[in-house]
């Protein structure tokens, strides 16, 4: 039996960079990536959220829509407002197949006209984002061009300090607030910057060119407020912000309702809105939207100190099995083991406690509202 050669990882344009500060690269959806650097997760963690940290999310997709009709022609394929999206504004989205689950979430922004970023500007996630452009292409492109930008990196810089550092090199930044995003110029090149991310902190995404992502993560990383954060400490962060991460606490089985998504659902998307419908699986999503979404995501809070990790099932009082966990940590902020996971609806309600299964043993774990640390961007 002849063994089939594995495709090579890709790497990111700061991969040399994330080599020289003594990262600990490992496999990411095809990427190879820092999960953390010599100080560690928990010391990256308490950086984002003391200061400022810089990580690398170029594996991220990056596409461009371009044509009159993109916010119309994107409302075909996901459940949310996005005819109504101002320019500079970003909202989050999601895309559905015809069950109603959800094919990948996504980060929508309408640049202003003649930037170069399209009529609206995505980013996809990295494991999804040549499925995405294919969706894109084969359900949409008749009607406006989507366009990859894989000449692009992309650098998250998040934490309270994040707008002390940015703003050095683009003092205009600090005028963008949570959700909002335009073209900045930083080391001499356009960038798309928005006032967004994964952490449940104040903090930017940036999009550079590839060739001038080095001069921006050397000139961020120059700042005293900034150090490197990988992976494992955004893992961490996103958890502790109550953030979910495509396929592990959502995938293609899951229904934005029964994910706990239905805030991201706009009225006019709704039944009784002006557009409601005309997605795919509109009608499951509708019915789950009407109260019959067959299992809730929730908060979990370890009333033990064992952490609970994804996979773990989750059990009443009389040990019937009613879900299971979906991602699991302790977390180094809120010192205590926190899990989101799935649960029946009648198990979903806030202080109602349940057991988890973890190496035979079961372990307690109450409901709680999510985040499990508080949400500090700055909002207009």
Known sequence: MTETPQTPLAKTPLHELHLK?????????????????????IAEHRQCRDAAALFDVSHMGQ???VGADAAAALETLAPVDLVDLGVGRQRYAFFTNASGGLLDDLMVCRPAPGTGFGDLFLVVNAACKDADLRHLVTHVGHRCTPVAMPDRALLALQGPKAVTALARLNPAVAQLVFMTGGVYELVGVPCFVTRSGYTGEDGFEISVPADHALLLAGQLLAQPEVAPAGLGARDTLRLEAGLCLYGHDIDATTSPVEAGLTWAIQKVRRPGGARAGGYPGAAAVEKHLGGAAPCRRVGLVGLERVPVREGAGLHDVNGHRIGRVTSGTVGPTVNQPIAMGYVTPEHAQVHHEVWAE????????????????PHRYVRG
């Not at 690269?25 to 560690?40: I, K, T």
């Not at 973890?358 to 640390?373: D, L, N, S, W, Y």
């Open 21 to 41: 500060l003594g990262a600990r690269m490992v496999p990411f959806a095809g990427y190879e990536m820092p999960v953390n650097y010599p100080g560690g997760v």
């Open 63 to 65: 596409i461009r829509l």
């Open 358 to 373: 973890v190496r035979g043993k079961r372990v307690p774990m109450r409901v709680t509202p999510m985040p499990f640390a």
